[in-house]
């Protein structure tokens, strides 16, 4: 076998083995990925908040397909008394989708919690306004 088959043969191999980890990472991103947003929809306190943020930092949620994940942060804060944090995090679902309504109810039950309650009066009329039902 000459030098030129050796390093074409190697190449292919390394090749070969390069591809092969890529496919196993981009698999391991995908379970990665499934793993946060089902905890994110499902999980409770600092890992569903982690859980979260991961998915929205995450290249595969981009705009109004990323607002569930705001709006369910935003629960995690809400179930742990920090109401302000809750509200900006339901001020960027509605941000990324305005036609969000759970969004608009959970926010105004945040203003409740807080006092706020014409706030919150607005916030679940407006809930009521895009989902009727």
Excluded at 48 to 64: D, L, Q, Y
Excluded at 65 to 70: G, S
Excluded at 73 to 100: F, H, T, V, W
């Amino acid at each position: 076998m000459t030098t030129g088959m050796k390093e074409g043969t190697t190449l292919l191999h390394v090749a070969q083995r390069v591809i092969a980890g890529l496919m196993i990472l981009g698999t391991t991103i995908s379970l990665a990925w499934a793993d946060d947003s089902d905890v994110c929809t499902k999980g409770r306190g600092d890992e569903k908040i982690s859980a979260c943020t991961r998915a929205i930092a995450s290249e595969r949620s981009k705009g109004a397909n990323v607002a569930w994940a705001y709006n369910n942060r935003g629960n995690a804060y809400r179930s742990k008394g920090d109401y302000d944090r809750a509200i900006q995090d339901y001020d960027e679902a509605i941000r990324l989708d305005p036609k969000y309504s759970a969004a608009y109810y959970n926010r105004g039950s945040a203003f409740d919690d807080k006092g706020e309650y014409d706030r919150a009066i607005r916030d679940y009329n407006e809930a009521i306004r895009l989902n009727p039902k």
